[in-house]
């Protein structure tokens, strides 16, 4: 994929966190304030809607027990966050927070309403794809896994939804921190509702994919296709209307913006951070606003400041959450409906027929070959990927 710039977002820092912060996820509510997961301190954050001026002061809400990872908003002020530690218990939960009736600087209720199976390594990013169903991506095992959230609470059921070489860690990669061994496998997970295909990157592999979403099961309706390939994605936000995700790249220091038709055969453009933007140093997630007129144009962006892969000039900055207004081609359209989540109620998706399994192959090809191969629509099935 070809790579250009185009014009710049205009950053603009919403809060700073304390140091050696390791912002990973975020959730913008309904009234405009935002809800950060923080891995190293396990930690849940509140930012008070952004306003003009001076960065707002980031309160605590909950502290876990574990790495805290992806954040999902499954009902009004309902949120769910997944947390894991992969390297002493080896285990993972799914923790419940209704924030209904919660004030910033209150102690918040974290009900925890499931354990994953032994087979789960290390969560990290989810999403709903429906109304009491959703997906988390697992960078260790290199799996997503499906959520089943009963109506009106209670325990939740979990269960593999997708396996495939595309999501493995590459184990050749730096260790991050210098405790987990290996680059992630798939990290972020966007479900796209007209098109009925959740994307997914796969950040040591260097991949962003896609696969489809049975409109009735919920489940795979076929292979995963290559939509776009050569760099340390991380987690994204989809714009449906314009066509295109916007990507943050973590040890990259850039935010992209990517076709989302697959093929490869779009353009990359770098949005944010070409040449090398300090306040962008680490970028790890992204979110639309949900003010009319958001959806498209302002993005809410967590970052590290480079504590795990500092910049070029050896500086760790703090962690900050960032504002992003996106450069558009045409005037602002602010007749946009804010950004929906499920929370705000089902969305119309696009029914699509179920596709034949192509099975995967059991050994993951180095992550230069798996572009090239994926980049040719007839090796998008990954069939070939096990050849020598």
Not at 10 to 25: G, H, I, K, Q
Not at 66 to 94: C, K
Request: glycine fraction near 10%; include cysteine.
């Amino acid at each position: 994929m070809q790579t250009q710039k185009t014009s710049r977002a205009r950053l603009t820092a919403v809060a700073v966190f304390p140091p050696n912060s390791f912002l990973e996820n975020l959730a913008v509510r309904a009234d405009g304030s935002i809800l950060v997961t923080e891995i190293l301190q396990h930690q849940l954050w509140y930012v008070p809607p952004p306003a003009e001026g001076v960065p707002a002061e980031p309160v605590p809400v909950h502290t876990f027990d574990q790495f805290t990872m992806g954040i999902v908003e499954a009902g009004p002020d309902v949120f769910y966050v997944n947390t894991s530690d992969p390297f002493t218990t080896h285990r993972s939960f799914l923790h419940r927070l209704d924030l209904r009736h919660w004030d910033p600087g209150e102690p918040a209720r974290a009900e925890t309403i499931l354990e994953f199976p032994g087979r789960a390594g290390g969560l990290n990013g989810s999403c709903l794809l429906a109304p009491g169903v959703m997906v988390l991506a697992d960078s260790l095992a290199g799996l997503i896994w499906r959520v089943d959230l009963p109506a009106g609470g209670g325990p939740a059921t979990a269960r593999v939804w997708l396996e495939h070489d595309s999501l493995a860690a590459d184990p050749g990669g730096a260790p991050v921190l210098g405790v987990v061994p290996h680059q992630p496998g798939v990290n972020g997970v966007r479900y796209a509702a007209r098109t009925g295909c959740l994307y997914y990157t796969s950040t040591g592999q260097q991949l962003f994919m896609r696969v489809p979403v049975h409109p009735g099961t919920h489940d795979p309706a076929g292979a995963p296709e290559f939509v776009a390939g050569g760099t340390m994605a991380d987690d994204f936000c989809l714009d449906e209307d314009a066509g295109v995700a916007y990507v943050t790249t973590h040890r990259h220091n850039t935010i992209d913006r990517v076709p989302l038709q697959p093929g490869g055969s779009g353009t990359r453009q770098i949005v944010a951070g070409d040449p090398f933007d300090e306040q962008l140093a680490g970028p790890s997630s992204a979110a639309w606003g949900r003010r009319p007129g958001d959806c498209g144009r302002v993005a809410y962006v967590t970052s590290d400041g480079g504590l795990v892969a500092p910049p070029a000039d050896g500086i760790v900055r703090r962690a900050k959450l960032l504002r992003a207004e996106l450069p558009t081609t045409g005037p602002p359209d602010t007749t946009r409906a804010p950004a929906q989540t499920m929370a705000d109620g089902a969305r119309t998706r696009r029914q699509t027929q179920p596709r034949r399994h192509v099975p995967a192959p059991a050994i993951p090809a180095a992550p230069e070959r798996m572009i090239n191969q994926l980049a040719n629509p007839e090796a998008r099935s990954f069939s070939s990927l096990n050849e020598t």
